[in-house]
């Protein structure tokens, strides 16, 4: 199995059909932003494995960090005693964390697992069932994390019923509201803040409502940002009714917006926080983080797994947040952010684009360009029937073919740029001139 085609026909034959690829290749390399394949490819990659290698691929203080830690100890099991790298990591996040009162750490494997965690605390701590999510949110595909994911039916399409207690609350986005990308932030803030009170008088009493989850800027909801006004909102109606507020920084986190966390552009503080993604830059781990007065509350024994903070994870992460202030991630996240939108927007005011771009948004390197639609849905104002169907999949195609990794997201046109947070200006610019190359000849094509 060594030719590109022999593994790829092995991985064809034999890896479930329940795993969607965009490229019938096989990765063989990753060194920063670049990565190769099996096929002889070098590949530009603004995916960072949907945003997980923030640091690039293979950053070496972050692998020598891992490499090291193998040496020692690979596996301290959590529910048997502590291991320094666990300690080490939550001594490195407290001075990150958006609010001094998030204090108390658990760590596990994914980003669905803290979810589910986040989930099973909330009811826990409040002794109340119910949860609020949101329209457009993805919090992952384990059973729980399923049920309060409301992007697209194909996460959870034939397997109902789902987790019980979940109610769904509209997010301001303008499609939410049926209306169009120059919509009021106000506006649609008042709006869905209106929703959410509604549902709390008509569908789930507060009473019986443990925990409103949320992510700062939907994912695979269309990478939205959520107005402050809407988070200060949520935050007071918990606080009012004695609920939870539970923070998803999944992918929003650890520089991906510009900030630590993206809730921070709001300065609301989480009863509980999610992380996961970038927190180990490619080594499986994540994290809930809460406040000690309502992790004492929990029985122990009530968390844990066996995997769960791993030791080699740990020590890889500890490397990403000592990279992080030595190397100032975040001073060239908003320098190249500044890049990338100064593109986007231009190419999005050219004439000759017929206004098939509809919205460019996004936080710090959490960007997405939304394309116009001739048949998304009739009653949806923002659908132009001169636009050349699917044109996100057919762009991103095309970038591939010119030689980069670009995404889709959400059941609009939307494609979504996460490049390494330490891109360099010339790889950035690279990758904005594939794109542009790639809309501007699907456009042309029609």
Not at 108 to 113: K, L, P, V
Request: glycine share 8%; proline share 5%; aromatic share 8%.
């Amino acid at each position: 199995m060594s030719t590109q085609s022999s593994l790829v026909e092995f991985g064809q034959r034999h890896v479930t059909k329940g795993l969607g690829r965009i490229t019938e290749d096989v990765f063989q390399k990753g060194e920063g932003s670049w990565v190769t394949m099996a096929s002889g490819r070098r590949i530009l990659d603004f995916t960072c494995g949907i945003g997980v290698t923030n640091l690039g691929h293979c950053h070496p203080k972050v692998s020598k960090a891992a490499a090291d830690q193998c040496l020692s100890l690979v596996h301290g099991q959590c529910s048997i005693a502590f291991h320094e790298p666990y300690l080490q990591l939550i001594e490195r996040l407290i001075p990150m964390m958006p609010d001094p009162s998030l204090d108390s750490f658990f760590f596990w494997n994914s980003g669905s697992e803290a979810v589910e965690g986040a989930l099973k605390m909330a009811r826990q701590m409040t002794r109340k069932t119910n949860i609020i999510t949101m329209q457009g949110a993805y919090h992952g595909r384990t059973f729980g994390a399923m049920a309060v994911t409301k992007s697209k039916t194909i996460y959870s399409d034939g397997v109902a019923p789902l987790m019980p207690g979940v109610f769904t609350t509209p997010f301001p986005y303008w499609h939410h509201f049926n209306t169009s990308p120059t919509s009021s932030e106000d506006e649609l803030v008042r709006a869905s803040l209106y929703q959410l009170e509604l549902l709390l008088q008509q569908q789930t009493a507060p009473t019986d409502t443990a925990a409103i989850l949320v992510e700062p800027v939907i994912g695979e909801g269309g990478y939205v940002p959520a107005p402050p006004a809407f988070m200060r909102g949520l935050r007071e109606i918990c606080d009012k009714h004695g609920m939870l507020l539970i923070i998803d920084e999944v992918q929003s986190g650890f520089g991906r917006t510009g900030k630590n966390f993206a809730i921070e552009y709001s300065g609301v503080r989480p009863d509980i926080m999610t992380m996961a993604k970038g927190l180990a830059n490619g080594f499986p781990l994540s994290a809930i983080v809460s406040r000690k007065e309502l992790t004492d509350k929990l029985k122990p024994g009530s968390m844990g797994g066996t995997y769960a903070g791993n030791a080699v994870s740990c020590a890889a992460a500890v490397a990403v947040a000592d990279a992080f202030k030595e190397e100032k991630i975040l001073d060239n996240v908003q320098a190249r952010s500044q890049e990338l939108f100064s593109a986007l927007n231009g190419l999005r005011s050219k004439s000759s684009l017929n206004g098939n771009i509809l919205d460019v948004r996004g936080q710090g390197l959490m960007v997405a360009v939304e394309f116009a639609s001739p048949s998304h849905s009739a009653n949806d104002p923002a659908v132009l029937a001169s636009a050349p169907k699917s044109l996100a999949s057919r762009v991103t195609k095309r970038c591939l073919e010119k030689g980069m990794f670009l995404l889709t997201t959400s059941v609009y046109e939307t494609v979504r740029f996460i490049p390494p947070l330490n891109i360099s200006q010339e790889d950035l610019a690279k990758g904005v001139q594939i794109f542009v190359e790639a809309v501007e000849e699907i456009v042309k094509e029609g």
